[in-house]
């Protein structure tokens, strides 16, 4: 009788790199859904990096989902979340994913993140996602990059599909052994000081990314109330904080739109960060005594 032998299970580490609002949450939340456990960042260097782990009867990806490249970056907040992402090249990791929204133009914050995919020694795979959109379609633009790399995958985050493929390469690429992360040892940190920390700046990360040059840079973010409830969600309650009327304005937006775009992206990202539902409260108000 011939035995069946099991395939060696291995591990890789995956960088995730693309400019805002690519998809690259999305891409983690959504595609490798429940199976991934997510853990916020604790350290101060590698606080805008979200690690998620995923795992099937191959082995492990652990994936690093780098944070926004901003093309402005004039506050501290985004330096440091710049710096982070630079950080994230020098990280130990075995193949990077480069994600596209071919949905947009490309344009000066592209370029920022090609010059740092050309620095990197490892395989890059591309990924063209929000290929469920057909129009606007700027595909064209981005079509010179498919010579650069070993791999291109059309992807929908969104919709989940040509997944398959795309885990079958990285798994091919997958040469750490196993288990690269002992199982139970990837945990959720405990609601802490750092959490509310953590939550304000996330906020406001959105913040800039909805509003880009509108809003000045004075704005701040404050968390007032985290609490677990009993049906298992988390219940944030945040201000963001600015110091002007005209700003506040244009912070909620037309019928609260803006806001309801904000905190949505945020909920959306603390969720994946937290692995559990989130309720936002969030508001704006002018208060210059609460502004350092
Ligand atoms: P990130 O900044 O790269 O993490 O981008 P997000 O994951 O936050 O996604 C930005 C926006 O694009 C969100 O509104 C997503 O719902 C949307 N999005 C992401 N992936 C897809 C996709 O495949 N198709 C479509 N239609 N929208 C997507
Ligand atoms: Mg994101």
């Given at each position: ?6 395939p ?30 997510i ?32 093309k402005?970056?004039?506050d ?28 947009r ?8 993140v ?29 079509r010179f ?20 493929p ?39 990360e959105?913040?800039?990314?909805f509003?880009?040059e509108?809003v000045?840079?004075?704005t ?66 002018t ?6």
């Amino acid at each position: 009788m011939q035995s069946k032998k099991q395939p060696v299970k291995r591990s890789a580490v995956v960088l995730i790199l693309g400019r805002p609002n690519v998809g690259k949450s999305t891409f983690l939340n959504n595609l490798l859904g429940t199976k991934v456990s997510i853990t916020s960042p604790k350290s101060q260097t590698t606080r805008f990096n979200i690690k998620a782990l995923y795992e099937d009867d191959r082995g492990q990806l652990l994936f690093i989902d780098t944070p926004g490249i901003f093309k402005k970056a004039q506050d501290k907040l985004s330096k440091k979340i710049n710096k982070a992402a630079m950080q994230a090249l020098d990280m130990d990791f075995d193949v990077a994913l480069y994600f596209v929204d071919h949905t947009r133009p490309r344009d000066f914050e592209e370029g920022k993140v090609l010059g740092l995919v050309r620095k990197i020694k490892q395989p890059v795979l591309l990924v063209i996602n929000k290929f469920d959109i057909k129009e606007p379609s700027y595909l064209s633009q981005y079509r010179f990059l498919e010579e650069e790399v070993p791999g291109v995958y059309y992807l929908s985050a969104l919709n989940r599909t040509h997944i398959k493929p795309l885990l079958a390469d990285l798994f091919s690429k997958a040469k750490r052994p196993y288990p690269l992360v002992e199982p139970g040892k990837f945990q959720y940190p405990a609601l802490n000081i750092n959490s509310r920390i953590f939550i304000e700046e996330l906020i406001r990360e959105k913040v800039y990314l909805f509003t880009r040059e509108e809003v000045p840079y004075k704005t701040g973010v404050r968390v007032l109330e985290i609490k677990e409830r009993k049906n298992k969600t988390l219940y944030v309650k945040a201000l963001i904080l600015t110091s002007d009327k005209r700003y506040k304005k244009m912070l909620i937006g037309r019928s609260g739109r803006m806001i309801k775009e904000i905190g949505m992206a945020a909920r959306k990202e603390l969720e994946l960060s937290r692995g559990k539902k989130v309720y936002l409260d969030l508001s704006v108000e002018t208060d210059f005594h609460l502004l350092d």
